[in-house]
């Protein structure tokens, strides 16, 4: 089991390292490789999604970035200030995270944005030590039930006492709290699963839990 939060040439999942192969020769300009987090070292929040997507952070390098997803994240993140800027285009657009850092429950792009059951748990290691690390007090904000079972996996706690749902809090160890939203993906804003008010709504909570 990796003791890292991150490896760059991570190829323990050996669907993903030929799949991620097959892309690198059709877009040679995609990053194309793990996807590192994104942030600040020792955040107060901690943004946990899926996988980077394929036009997205796997183009990009940074997650949420380059595709629809990332869209309502940054723009929600500027207006609750963790972003200096409400939109993510690149690695060198200038843009820097306050407070919050983010990453994903798998850091390598899966075909058709789907990974198995055993490649989340062997992307989930680095996922434990990214939470091991977190501050006492710190918020870990889960997009989507994939990433929510991921932490709850990696605090070794049991899922059925953390059933997934939108919006919901629960208590983690050191005084962690773990809330839950939606992902931000365009099939759930464009079906309105995932509104704007629902979304700012899960980040006032943010803000009021990072307050107490």
């Known amino acids: 089991m990796s003791t890292q939060s991150f490896n760059l040439d991570c190829r323990e999942c050996k669907r993903l390292d030929t799949f991620l192969k097959q892309v690198k020769k059709?877009?040679?300009d995609y990053h194309a490789r793990p996807v590192a987090p994104f942030g600040v070292a020792k955040p107060d929040l901690l943004i946990v999604g899926l996988a980077p997507g394929?036009?997205?952070a796997n183009a990009t390098g940074r997650p949420f970035t380059g595709d629809h997803a990332g869209i309502l994240l940054y723009e929600t993140l500027y207006k609750y200030g963790f972003s200096t800027k409400p939109e993510s285009v690149s690695q060198d657009d200038g843009l820097k995270l306050k407070r919050c850092r983010i990453t994903n429950a798998v850091k390598c792009l899966p075909p058709e944005n789907k990974p198995t059951g055993g490649e989340i748990s062997t992307c989930n290691s680095y996922l434990t030590n990214e939470l091991a690390g977190l501050k006492k007090g710190a918020v870990v904000l889960v997009l989507g039930g994939i990433a929510h079972k991921s932490v709850v996996k990696g605090y070794g706690l049991k899922q059925k006492d953390f059933p997934f749902g939108h919006g919901k809090v629960y208590d983690l160890p050191e005084g962690r709290k773990l809330i839950t939203s939606y992902h931000c993906?365009?099939?759930?804003?464009?079906t309105k699963r995932l509104t704007e008010k629902m979304f700012h709504k899960v980040f006032e909570n943010v803000l009021k839990l990072l307050d107490k």
């Open 26 to 28: 059709t877009y040679p």
């Open 54 to 56: 394929m036009h997205g």
């Open 185 to 190: 993906s365009r099939y759930n804003t464009s």
